[in-house]
């Protein structure tokens, strides 16, 4: 059964380092999604991602944040200078249609530690 | 704007015995809503998802849930917990499946 990878699992940095995060969606995906978990916090939306552009984002998703799809089959989330605070769960998601409703499928996500 | 609360940040039952998981939504439009499990190091996985064709909803490994407008909820249930159900749980609102609201989760804990 196809799903979404992401990679890696566990990525360490410094404060102030950039990050990539990476994500190879279901192949025949059109419409794709980040979101963060903080450690004891809720799932938070971050950005979707359509037709080459951003469709939405939230106010958690500001300039230091930036997504690209750089060939057909990854996607990625990147982090400008990483703060202490940007430590999370980050997970990558990805749907075929539009339909109102259609589910979105999750990869297992990538948990980012700034030190 | 939309929401969800779950209402248990932790429930835990024996092995055998019924779940019910709690969730309440709100929304301007009429949503949809999903339920997601996350086992440990795993990603997200649908359980089920409301379509408005049909009030209960069944999803996989015995799951199913009621959408109750009149009280906003969208509660989890399964007869009979089995040890490979202990796992994170959330509840999720959509107005546009786009931006997902995610609820704060239940852990499930199972005991033999």
């Known amino acids: 059964e196809p799903e979404v990878t992401q990679t890696p699992s566990h990525q360490v940095t410094q404060m102030g380092q950039e990050v990539i995060l990476h994500c190879v969606p279901i192949?025949?995906?059109?419409?794709f999604y980040w979101y963060r978990q903080i450690l004891g916090q809720k799932v938070e939306f971050l950005v979707s991602?359509?037709?080459?552009?951003?469709?939405?984002k939230s106010e958690i998703f500001d300039d230091q944040f930036s997504v690209e799809r750089p060939d057909g089959s990854n996607f990625t989330l990147k982090i400008r200078s990483t703060k202490l605070e940007d430590s999370a769960m980050y997970f990558c998601?990805?749907?075929?249609?539009?339909?109102?409703?259609?589910?979105?499928?999750f990869g297992p996500g990538t948990r980012l530690t700034v030190l | 704007a939309q929401s969800v609360t779950q209402l248990d940040s932790h429930v835990s039952v024996s092995e055998g015995t019924p779940v019910l998981l709690r969730c309440n939504y709100s929304?301007?439009?009429?949503?949809?809503l999903f339920w997601y499990v996350q086992h440990p190091n795993k990603g997200l996985q649908l359980l089920l998802k409301?379509?408005?064709?049909?009030?209960l909803v069944k999803g996989i490994n015995g799951f199913e849930a009621e959408f109750k407008k009149s009280e906003t909820s969208f509660h989890l249930t399964k007869p009979s917990a089995h040890m490979s159900d202990a796992a994170e749980y959330f509840c999720?609102?959509?107005?546009?499946?786009?931006?997902?609201?995610f609820g704060a989760g239940t852990r499930l804990t199972v005991k033999p």
């Open positions: 991602f359509y037709n080459n552009e951003i469709s939405e």
């Open positions: 409301y379509t408005s064709a049909a009030t």
């Open positions: 192949s025949n995906h059109l419409y």
């Open positions: 999720v609102v959509s107005e546009n499946n786009n931006d997902m609201r």
């Open positions: 929304s301007s439009y009429s949503p949809s």
């Open positions: 998601a990805s749907r075929d249609t539009w339909g109102s409703y259609n589910e979105q499928f």
